[in-house]
């Protein structure tokens, strides 16, 4: 799908894969929708982008929130901004805590925001799409929704989902011009781990060495927008282990498995 002059909603459009996807994509000749929580600074991004406030809209949201009021609240913005065209559902939340000492309320977290998050908003903007018989849904799972490694059940649980809705909307829309593309982003470099969710739901509030030494946002951005362009079906995106993991577990899932074991991936 082309990009120039199309109206793309981004989630977790703030920070990271988010700010970047809002930045090339704006480079590109797109409409921009904004949506995060903090308003300010999606507003501060908005202006800074080509065109500013008058070319690109800010739609503060809680991904945590995902409920029909969400949905109704997104589709009644639609009557000022038009047709969207592509929606990305990039928004999300990691964990780093083991299952045994993490609050249950964590996961439900996790999954609220990581997988509700993206069900709800695709509910609010797939109707249109498809009664146009066009547009795009393009979803940010993970490598950790292709395979498991420690002190990331709830996150993994919640991006595999993401994975398995994806294929079966993928499987619903393919005969009505819609198409679905899933990303699945190894270890890139954004404030993803910093932002990480620790046992009892807090932010764990550093840096893990995975991330730092990780893909830069700017290059993963760049092939997320060549898999819209080249309406690819799921892509995954990173450099070393976690680029090559889900190919391992594919083929190699007993090696896999052991090196999961053996190994605290942060
Ligand atoms: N970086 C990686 O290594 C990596 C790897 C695989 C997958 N991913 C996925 O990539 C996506 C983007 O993450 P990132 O790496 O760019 O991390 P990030 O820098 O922490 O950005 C996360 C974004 O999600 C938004 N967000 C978080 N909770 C939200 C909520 N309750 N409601 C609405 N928005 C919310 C944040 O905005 P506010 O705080 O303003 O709400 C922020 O814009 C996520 O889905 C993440 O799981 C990242």
Redesign the pocket.
């Known amino acids: 799908m082309e990009i120039d002059n199309k109206t793309v909603w981004i ?9 970047e996807l809002c930045r090339q994509l704006a480079a590109k000749g797109a409409r921009i929708v904004l ?4 308003k300010d ?2 507003v501060e991004i908005a202006k800074s982008l080509p065109g500013g406030l008058t070319r690109h809209w800010v739609v503060p ?4 929130v995902a409920d029909d009021t969400l949905v109704t609240f997104v589709q009644g913005q639609l009557a000022e901004i038009g047709p969207v065209h592509i929606l990305i559902n ?5 964990q780093r805590s083991l299952f045994i000492d993490t609050d249950l309320s964590v996961y439900r977290k996790l999954m609220e ?2 997988y509700m ?1 993206s069900v709800a908003m695709t509910k609010a903007l797939l109707p249109s799409m498809l009664s146009r018989q066009n547009g795009m849904i393009v979803s ?5 929704g292709k395979v498991g490694t420690k002190l990331r059940s709830g ?1 993994s649980g919640a ?1 595999f989902a993401v994975v398995g809705f994806m294929d079966c909307l993928r499987a619903e829309t393919a005969e009505h011009g819609v198409h679905c593309l899933t990303i ?9 781990a ?2 990480a969710l620790n046992a009892s739901g807090d932010a764990q509030n550093k840096n893990d060495d995975s ?1 730092i030494n ?1 893909m830069a ?1 700017e290059e993963c951005v760049r092939d997320i927008i060549k898999a819209m362009i080249n309406e690819r079906d799921e892509v995954v995106i990173g450099k070393g282990f976690s680029g090559l993991a889900p190919t391992i577990k594919r083929f190699f899932p007993g090696l896999f498995n052991r090196i999961s074991a053996k190994t605290e991936y942060r």
């Open positions: 989630t977790g459009a703030s920070s990271g894969i988010g700010l949506s995060a929580r903090r600074t999606l949201l809680d991904l945590a990039n928004g999300g939340i990691s925001v990581n998050g940010i799972s993970s490598v950790a996150y991006k699945c982003p190894g270890s890139i470099q954004t404030n993803i910093i932002n991330i990780g946002v």
